[in-house]
C-alpha cells in the first residue's frame, strides 16, 4: 500500500506549482486595468498586457516540454518557478506599457515550463486508472488557489497600488521555490541525451503561434485593412509555411504529427478554441464593464471573479470525474450547456447590475468551463506514450494556452472598441458598456453553440481512455 502511494507524495512539488500559477494568476487578473489606468492609457489596452504573458504561455509550451523530457523534470521545474518569479518581479518595475509587456512575457515563459511537467508527473507516474482523478485533481488545484486572488487583488490594489500586490506575489514565488527544492525526489532529475533537437522548429513554432494570437489584436485594434494588421498577417503565414517545411525534415519534431492528428485531439482543440477562451475574456470585460457602471466600487468585479474559480473547482471535482463512468462527449455537451447559461446571463446586465448577477453569471460560467477543462484533457491525452509525455502534454498545453488568449485577443477589443465607439457616437459611458455586454453575449452564446456542434463528432472515448 504505501508503494502504490507513493505517486501521491511524489505529486506534492507539482501540486505546489501548480497551486503557485493559480494564485499569482488569480491576483493578475486585475492586474491589467489597474495598471492601464495608472499610467493613464486606454482601457483597450488590457489587450496587450493580457497578450503578452499568453504569447509566452503558449507557444513556449511545446519547447520546454520537449526540453522537460531531456533536462529531467526537477530542473524544468525549478528553472520555471525562477523564470516566474523575475518575470512578476520585473512587472512590479514596470514604468511603461512596453516594459510591462515584457515583463509579462516573462511570467509566461516560466509557466510555459512549469505546466507540462506536472502534466507528465501525472501521466508517468499516475496508475492508468487514476489519470483522469490526477487531471481533476490538477484542474481543482489550479482553480481553487485563484478564488481569492482577484478580491484580495482588488482589496490591496485599492489600499496600496498595484505594485505592493506584485511584490506580494513575488514573495508567494520565491517560498513555492523553496518548498519545491526540499520536496522534489532525485529520480525527477534523471536526465537524457540531446539528440536531435529540433532547434529550427522551436524556434518557428514560437514565431509563429505568437504571431498567430497577434492576428485578431491587431484586426481589430488597428483595422483589418491597416499596414500593421498584414504585416502580421503576413509574417504568420511565412513563419507557417517554414514551420511545416521543417517540421517534415526532422526526426523528432517539436509538435508530434501522429498525435496531432487524432480527431479526439482536434475536435478537443476545436471545441476549446470557441469556448475556453471566454474565461479570461469575461474577466477582463467583467472588470471593465463595473468600472464602468460602477466606478466608485473597484472590488466588486474581484468579488465576482472569485465565484467563477469556485464554480470551476467545483466544475472540475464534479463533472470532470464523470468522464470515467460515461462518454465524455456527453458530459461535455452538459458542461458547455452550463457555460451558454453562463454567457446569456449577460443579455440581463444594466447600469445598475448587482453583485448577485455578476456572480451568477461567472459563476455558471465557471462551473461549465471547469467540467471542460478536465474532460478535454482526459480526451485529448488520451494514448499518449509515457516516454513523450513532456512533448504530449506540451503540445497540448499549448494549444489550450492558445485558447484562452485567442478569446482575449477576439472578445476584449470587441467589447472595448465598442464601447469606445458608442461613446464617441454620444452615448454615456455606462449605456455604452451595458450595449456592448449585451452584444458580446450574442457573440459568445454562437460560439458555445459551434462547441457544442464540434464535440458531437468526437470520437467515442469512453471509461478506459481508448484513443482513437
Not at 482523478?133 to 478580491?151: D, E, Q, R
Request: proline content about 4%.
Amino acid at each position: 500500500m504505501e508503494q502504490r502511494n507513493e505517486y501521491k507524495k511524489g505529486f506534492l512539488p507539482y501540486a505546489l506549482a501548480a497551486f503557485l500559477i493559480g494564485i499569482v494568476g488569480g491576483f493578475s487578473t486585475v492586474l491589467g486595468p489597474s495598471f492601464v489606468q495608472d499610467i493613464g492609457i486606454a482601457y483597450s489596452n488590457t489587450t496587450w498586457t493580457a497578450l503578452a504573458q499568453a504569447m509566452s504561455t503558449a507557444a513556449c509550451a511545446p519547447i520546454l516540454g520537449k526540453v522537460g523530457d531531456v533536462i529531467g523534470r526537477k530542473t524544468t521545474l525549478l528553472l520555471g518557478i525562477a523564470v516566474f518569479t523575475l518575470g512578476n518581479a520585473l512587472s512590479a518595475l514596470a514604468n511603461s506599457l512596453v516594459f510591462m509587456l515584457i515583463a509579462r512575457f516573462i511570467v509566461g515563459i516560466g509557466t510555459a515550463a512549469m505546466a507540462p511537467v506536472i502534466l507528465a508527473y501525472i501521466i508517468t507516474n499516475f496508475p492508468r486508472d487514476q489519470v483522469a482523478k490526477g487531471f481533476s485533481l490538477y484542474m481543482l488545484i489550479s482553480s481553487a488557489s485563484v478564488i481569492f486572488g482577484p478580491t484580495l487583488g482588488g482589496l490591496i490594489i485599492s489600499a496600496y497600488g498595484w505594485r505592493t500586490m506584485l511584490w506580494g506575489c513575488v514573495a508567494i514565488c520565491l517560498g513555492t521555490f523553496a518548498a519545491c527544492v526540499l520536496t522534489l525526489r532525485k529520480q525527477d532529475s534523471q536526465k537524457k541525451p540531446l539528440q536531435n533537437f529540433d532547434t529550427l522548429g522551436a524556434v518557428l513554432v514560437l514565431i509563429f503561434f505568437s504571431l498567430l494570437l497577434c492576428v485578431p489584436s491587431f484586426g481589430q485594434n488597428f483595422g483589418w485593412s491597416s499596414k500593421a494588421f498584414i504585416a502580421v498577417l503576413i509574417a504568420a503565414v511565412i513563419s507557417l509555411l517554414g514551420l511545416i517545411a521543417a517540421e517534415r525534415k526532422v526526426v523528432h519534431p517539436i509538435l508530434p504529427g501522429s498525435f496531432i492528428k487524432r480527431g479526439a485531439f482536434i475536435l478537443s482543440v476545436l471545441a476549446l478554441f470557441l469556448t475556453q477562451g471566454l474565461m479570461q475574456a469575461n474577466m477582463t470585460n467583467t472588470i471593465v464593464f463595473v468600472n464602468y457602471t460602477q466606478p466608485d466600487n473597484s472590488v466588486i468585479s474581484g468579488y465576482a471573479i472569485s465565484v467563477m474559480y469556485v464554480g470551476m473547482s467545483l466544475g472540475a471535482v464534479i463533472l470532470g470525474p464523470l468522464a470515467d463512468r460515461f462518454e465524455p462527449k456527453y458530459v461535455l455537451t452538459c458542461s458547455l450547456l452550463l457555460t451558454g447559461i453562463g454567457c446569456g446571463i449577460l443579455l440581463m446586465f444594466s447600469v445598475s447590475t448587482s453583485l448577485l448577477l455578476l456572480m451568477a453569471s461567472l459563476g455558471i460560467l465557471g462551473f461549465g468551463l471547469g467540467g471542460n477543462g478536465t474532460v478535454f484533457m482526459k480526451v485529448a491525452l488520451s494514448g499518449l506514450p509515457q516516454q513523450e509525455a513532456g512533448a504530449g502534454t506540451g503540445t497540448y498545453g499549448l494549444f489550450r494556452d492558445l485558447a484562452a488568449p485567442f478569446g482575449v485577443a477576439v472578445f476584449v477589443p470587441l467589447f472595448t472598441n465598442q464601447i469606445t465607439n458608442l461613446i464617441s457616437g454620444g452615448a454615456s459611458g455606462a449605456d455604452a458598456a451595458v450595449q456592448s455586454i449585451h452584444q458580446l453575449s450574442i457573440a459568445e452564446l454562437f460560439c458555445v453553440a459551434a462547441g457544442i456542434a464540434a464535440v458531437f463528432f468526437l470520437p467515442k472515448i469512453h471509461t478506459k481512455g481508448a484513443s482513437k
